[in-house]
């Protein structure tokens, strides 16, 4: 007898962890994966912070720890450390309690409540994202029922901000309309606004009525810096509009795998709030009742404590220096081999994430010759990279641009 699921197709890889799929069948030793986004040592390890491990060590040797269930909006002093880090610890908003803060499963569980919640309690339904954004952006928020349309943000021809078909296409947005914002190192792109055209956006999105929504998934990992990453945040929050955050603690904490995140409402008024946080709730309960303790109070640990903090914020800015140290190694690499084009958007742009401007079938060469993998779009995580690694990848690089010539 036929199984009930017989008319079941199989789905596609996932783009992005498609190419780790990949990667692991290839035997061959001198495999490159920067496909991921995930944070390697110089020796291509993954790592878990110093800090991590002394919250961590802490919590275990505590025996006065338990593991019941944290409330819906999950460990109250982690969203309230979480809010102060993301808006700052002298905001007006966190004093005058008009922000809403839960816990959530990282940064996607963070953007998929915010999602759900705005589909149920606002009056719009559209939600504008960047072009490009990262893949899981329009799956997100489709499956949580907004209309996702998009908006000029890169510019292919000098490998940076397309700023003013960005101003055109928010500009024409209707009135109420959501715009997804990526907080810092743009992801797939690693292209940012100056603090000046951010300071355009604000005006033309308060101006236009238009609701911001954060992505804030590298706060720190970007310059090195959690305020000056958290700046354009704090822009939007210091005119007294409302706004969403999502961040996740992924990458700047290293807690991938425990997924710890926020989702933060900066509302008008605390009354307002108030009434967004029990509804909050009553996304959470039947979506999954409430979040895992571990990670949470990891973070909460390290960010409760002045000399853990200072700690973190060492270790933080190791992993952004070592990432920009990459950036510089290979636009260096490639202008030794004289490779074709300019290459200066490798050190223009920041983060996580490079957009080499290589197509799909130089990716797909590169792939087939080389054995790196990556996206088919050209993004490669600078953290997959290491001075060992650069020369074969400058070399692929070289190979597959001037193979075409």
């Known amino acids: 007898m036929d199984s009930v699921f017989a008319a079941v197709v ?28 995930a944070y ?17 060590q802490l919590l275990v040797n505590d025996q006065a720890r338990v593991k019941e269930y944290l409330p819906i909006l999950g460990l109250s002093e982690f969203n309230k450390l979480s809010a102060k880090l993301i808006l700052g610890d002298d905001s007006p908003a966190i004093q005058e309690n008009r922000v809403a803060t839960a816990q959530c499963l990282s940064g996607t569980g963070s953007l998929r409540v915010g999602a759900e919640f705005l589909t149920k309690h606002y009056h719009q339904r559209t939600i504008y994202i960047p072009l490009p954004s990262w893949g899981n952006h329009l799956k997100v928020f489709t499956m949580a029922g907004l209309s996702v349309k998009t908006y000029r943000y890169y510019d292919p021809t000098t490998r940076g901000l397309n700023f003013q078909g960005l101003l055109e296409d928010l500009g024409a947005a209707p009135a109420g309309a959501i715009v997804l914002l990526h907080a810092c190192a743009h992801n797939p792109t690693g ?3 100056t603090l000046e055209q951010w300071e ?27 305020d000056a990453d ?41 009354d307002v709030a108030s009434r967004v946080e029990s509804q909050l709730k009553l996304v959470i309960r039947p979506m999954y009742s409430n979040p895992p ?22 270790e933080l ?26 290459w ?53 690089i070289h190979a597959a641009v001037t193979r075409a010539c």
Request: with cysteine; charged share 20%; aromatic share 8%.
């Open 317 to 342: 800015k190791a992993m952004a220096d070592r990432i920009i140290s990459m950036r510089k190694q290979l636009y260096d690499a490639l202008t030794a081999r004289g490779t074709p084009g300019d």
């Open 10 to 37: 199989r789905a596609p890889e996932d783009p992005i962890l498609g190419v780790t799929v990949a990667y692991n069948k290839d035997p061959n030793p001198i495999k490159l994966n920067l496909g991921v986004g």
């Open 293 to 314: 303790i571990h990670g949470a109070s990891i973070a909460a640990t390290i960010l409760k404590n002045s000399d853990m903090y200072n700690e973190w914020k060492i």
């Open 40 to 56: 390697r040592t110089e020796e291509g390890k993954p790592l878990v912070l110093n800090v991590v491990r002394k919250a961590e």
């Open 344 to 396: 200066s958007h490798i050190i223009k742009q920041i983060g996580m994430f490079t957009f080499t401007g290589l197509n799909s079938d130089q990716v797909a060469f590169m792939t087939k010759e080389y054995h790196i993998y990556m996206t088919s779009d050209g993004r490669i995580s600078m953290a997959g990279l290491s001075s060992k690694t650069v020369p074969h990848l400058a070399d692929a």
């Open 191 to 193: 292209v940012d606004p």
């Open 200 to 226: 355009q956006i604000r005006q033309l999105i308060r101006s236009n009525k238009l609701l911001p929504f954060f992505d804030s998934a590298y706060q720190g990992f970007a310059s090195g810096s959690l």
């Open 230 to 270: 958290a700046q354009p945040v704090r822009m939007f929050v210091a005119d007294c509009g409302e706004c969403l955050i999502a961040q996740s603690y992924a990458k700047n904490m290293g807690l991938y795998g425990e997924r710890v995140g926020a989702l933060s409402i900066v509302c008008k008024a605390a």
